[in-house]
């Protein structure tokens, strides 16, 4: 019954809910670091068969880091929602063994869609990527409200 929890309560449901089946984002080796309304973080460890040939973080690994730090944010109030569209800038290279975090937040969420900027920040805190996305609320609820 979402009428007894608290907004931080009802973010955590939605990403416990989520989570076991997100395989994508396990099989990465990602990890949800925390959720809020609005807000989410998930990190990932570059690896071996992450690197293209330039010996750098392949564009597409950061990017799924992005993106599951995105659907954990716009999936926190408890009204399942996709992506709509996606635009990601690389700013810097990530390497082997760093450990890349993502921070996604709303920046509007209103009826049906919403606005969402993902930070990907290496372990010293340097920029790697800015990813925007833009989501639609598709109907149904993890779980039922009360």
Not at 111 to 135: H, M, P, Q, T, W
């Amino acid at each position: 019954m979402t009428q007894n929890l608290t907004p931080q309560q009802i973010a955590e449901r939605c990403a416990e809910l989520m989570w076991p089946d997100d395989r994508a984002a396990q099989g990465l080796g990602i990890e949800l670091v925390r959720v809020a309304p609005g807000e989410a973080v998930a990190r990932m460890t570059v690896r071996a068969d992450m690197v293209n040939g330039h010996d750098t973080c392949h564009g597409g690994f950061i990017f799924a880091l992005a993106d599951v730090a995105f659907a954990y944010a716009c999936n926190t109030f408890n009204v399942r929602t996709v992506a709509a569209g996606v635009d990601i800038n690389f700013i810097a290279p990530a390497h082997t063994g760093e450990v890349l975090g993502a921070h996604g937040r709303a920046r509007h969420q209103g009826g049906r869609s919403g606005i969402y900027d993902i930070e990907v920040k290496n372990g010293k805190d340097e920029l790697i990527a800015v990813f925007r996305g833009r989501s639609t609320r598709v109907g149904g609820h993890f779980f039922e409200a009360g």
